[in-house]
């Protein structure tokens, strides 16, 4: 079974209320890009990845004119896509719901949320709010999710049982900050908040492990080591601490090669998922922002992870339609799984 993440560029902007798909001569939401280049070029990288199951991260919106599953629907039909059917979970107010578009006949899903709505301690449910005390000031900080990671209960065609949670953590860039210190203390605050978001996703994590359930958390984290000059103030970043990095116990820890690579290797190279144009630098940074992480026991089966660069990856690379079709969808790469199930 093969299983993608995928954060999407402004997806919502491909689709009309009534979840059209508009593959015009209109511009997209990305820069000097038709919503007809890539509305298509999306149609090939999906062809191309040809997963069992796709996490869109960003995608299009749900609100009271719009629909996440319409406007996914109609962009499975208009480009023959097997997967067809579509599942969301809480609505966001971002505008960049997180959905999983899937292969109906090889597996089934469900919306299936964990945690109680309220509650003043453990691990509420993803549309609720966790409380915790961050710096350890004996203030308890109130953190709640921009975007509520997706909780799937996935079942196989051959009755494998994985809980999928696609997760979209919220971005550290100190928007709205007019001078350096605003710009420190606004970067402090939003890696603070990430980290509690990472917390409430790894408790999650850990409840699954608990119960011996694969498990598999997939999106874009939006964070990895050396990333920001906050991190040493903290100590960990997102990634190791969804990870389980420390635990004892290897039954508690989840597992992604690029991950640790990123990890083992902070001044050597490392794999990367996106890539962003710096107007001001005038040049791109690459980073390594989108994680599929997997349990010991799916681990233990030996799974192949690949990322889909344009330029790194040597398939992607001889192959010039797709090279341009990734470059043309999005500023993120999909990042695929290959389970023996």
């Known amino acids: 079974m093969r299983l993608a993440t995928y954060n999407i560029e402004w997806f919502d902007a491909l689709f009309d209320d009534s979840g059209r798909l508009l593959a015009d001569g209109g511009w997209s939401g990305r820069h000097d890009i038709t919503r007809r280049d890539q509305a298509e070029a999306l149609g090939i990288v999906f062809t191309a990845m040809d997963a069992d199951a796709v996490m869109i991260i960003e995608a299009p919106d749900t609100g009271s004119r719009r629909s996440t599953v319409r406007a996914l629907e109609a962009f499975a039909e208009a480009y023959e896509l097997r997967t067809r059917r579509v599942l969301t979970g809480f609505v966001n107010e971002t505008q960049q719901e997180i959905a999983l578009l899937y292969d109906p006949a090889l597996l089934s899903a469900r919306h299936a949320p964990l945690g109680q709505v309220t509650g003043s301690h453990g691990s509420p449910r993803f549309d609720g709010v966790f409380r915790i005390d961050l710096d350890i000031d004996a203030t308890e900080d109130r953190v709640v999710f921009s975007k509520p990671p997706l909780e ?88 190791e601490i969804v990870l389980g990095e420390g635990a004892v116990d290897e039954a508690m820890r989840l597992h992604d090669p690029h991950a640790a690579q990123a990890l083992c290797n902070r001044l050597g190279p490392q794999p990367t998922t996106a890539r962003f144009f710096l107007k001001s630098q005038g040049r791109y940074l690459q980073a390594m922002l989108d994680y599929i992480m997997v349990s010991s026991d799916l681990a233990a089966t030996r799974p192949h992870w690949r990322i889909w660069h344009p330029f790194d990856d040597p398939v992607c690379w001889r192959t010039p339609e797709l090279r341009e079709a990734l470059l043309t969808a999005s500023d993120h790469f999909p990042v695929t799984i290959d389970l023996a199930l």
Not at 189 to 199: D, F, H, V
Not at 226 to 239: A, P, Q
């Open 152 to 239: 799937v209960e996935a079942v196989t065609a051959t009755g494998h049982v994985l809980r999928l949670i696609g997760a979209h953590l919220k971005s550290k860039a100190p928007h709205g900050a007019h001078n350096r210190d605003q710009v420190m203390r606004l970067g402090i605050a939003n890696r603070r908040k990430q980290l509690a978001q990472a917390i409430w996703l790894r408790r999650r994590v850990e409840t699954h492990l608990q119960a011996g359930e694969s498990v598999i958390v997939m999106g874009d984290l939006n964070d990895g080591p050396g990333l920001d000059e906050y991190e040493h103030l903290f100590g960990r970043s997102s990634v």
